[in-house]
């Protein structure tokens, strides 16, 4: 009924493989044209081209360097064609106010916040998964920005590699470097990081600043309580998928009053067995909701029914939380899933 962990979680950077040079000359002449107005040349030829780009001036805070996942790239200036691949890199560009750099999106995974929800739409969307290499290059970006490891699959010729060798710079979101335990601070090093690409670092520390106060508020209201034990489900039948001790989601669950447990599984997110889950009897389960994966309703009727789990305190007591799963990855919606697991997990402290 549930499909297992998809591979857009992998947490490994990707390999590349393909050398791809498809031309892109209109957009080369469009850039070409402007540069050679706005420095005032008339002369003609690649070395004159070359001298006038050359003498416009590259904006304040440019260039901008930046080390990502094994990737070093220099941004002369801040790119104006952009391609997110996945959800939560399309809403991090949105609430830094990004909306006319973007150029396309794909891979929807939940509903998006109602404040960025006209802006979201207003993009086209590409694909209702992964778009394939020639889709993204027809919209002639300058960068892709990817939120999973499959943005950049080798297998599928998207490889980082390959978009380089077209002319693309490429990014992606810091939780699939695939090194480390994900943290509250990787979701704000990352907004960090793309308003230095984008320049606009003062939005950046704005919005940051907003989602450290959500943060805070939130955790102050359960200050002292009982730390709740809580499972994540996110899908499986014949084994529970969940999120390990490296996830995001993890940390979010002990800002809000709350203890994974599974918080010593060693990966972002594995598969454990319902036998652990009854052994470990949590007080509330966390359902992450995402396209693809089964509603809601049919996971909460799936675990309900289960005659392994009936003494399970959350269990019996139905005691769930959804959270989207945009809401537990390195983007601007961690910040709200705190409160909302707050709220779940000690509903009497927000009364």
């Known amino acids: 009924m549930f499909t297992p962990a998809r591979t857009r979680r992998s947490p490994r950077p990707p390999v590349a493989s393909r050398s791809l040079r498809p031309p892109r000359l209109r957009a080369v002449a469009v850039a070409l044209s402007a540069v050679l107005l706005t420095a005032g040349c008339g002369a003609s030829g690649g070395g ?34 952009v391609v997110t691949i996945h959800q939560h890199p399309a809403e991090l560009m949105l609430a830094l106010g990004l909306k006319d750099r973007m150029v396309g999106t794909a891979f929807p995974d939940s509903e998006v916040l109602p404040e960025l929800k006209a802006d979201y739409e207003a993009v086209p969307e590409l694909a209702k998964r992964e778009p394939s290499f020639e889709k993204v290059l027809d919209v002639e970006p300058d960068l892709v920005y990817g939120g999973y490891g499959s943005a950049f699959d080798e297998k599928q010729g998207r490889s980082r590699k390959a978009f380089a060798d077209a002319g693309v710079d490429t990014h992606l ?51 002292g309580e009982r730390r709740v034990p809580v499972f994540v489900y996110d899908s499986g039948d014949k084994a529970p998928f969940t999120a390990g001790g490296k996830s995001l989601g993890t940390e979010l669950i002990r800002l809000a009053g709350g203890e994974n447990v599974f918080a010593d599984l060693d990966d972002v997110f594995g598969d454990v067995s319902w036998e652990q ?21 049919e996971k909460k009727r799936f675990l309900l029914a289960q005659p392994a789990l009936k003494d399970v305190p959350a269990i019996r007591n139905k005691r769930f939380v959804v959270l989207p799963l945009t809401a537990t990855l390195v983007g601007v919606r961690s910040a709200h899933a705190v409160g909302d697991l707050a709220r779940g997990l000690h509903p009497e402290s927000f009364r």
Request: hydrophobic share 35%; glycine share 10%.
């Open 48 to 81: 004159a081209a070359g001298e006038a780009k050359a003498s416009v001036p590259a904006p304040k805070g440019f260039p901008v360097t930046v080390d990502n996942c094994g990737v070093r790239t220099t941004y002369e200036r801040p790119p104006s064609r």
């Open 173 to 223: 979101n810091r939780e699939y470097c695939g090194k480390k335990r994900v943290t509250m601070r990787d979701t704000y090093d990352e907004i960090r990081t793309v308003g230095r690409i984008f320049g606009v670092s003062e939005r950046a520390d704005a919005l940051v600043a907003d989602l450290r106060g959500r943060v805070g508020k939130a955790v102050k209201a359960v200050e």
């Open 277 to 297: 889950v009854v052994e470990r009897r949590p007080e509330v389960i966390a359902v992450y909701d995402y396209a693809g994966a089964g509603s809601v309703e």
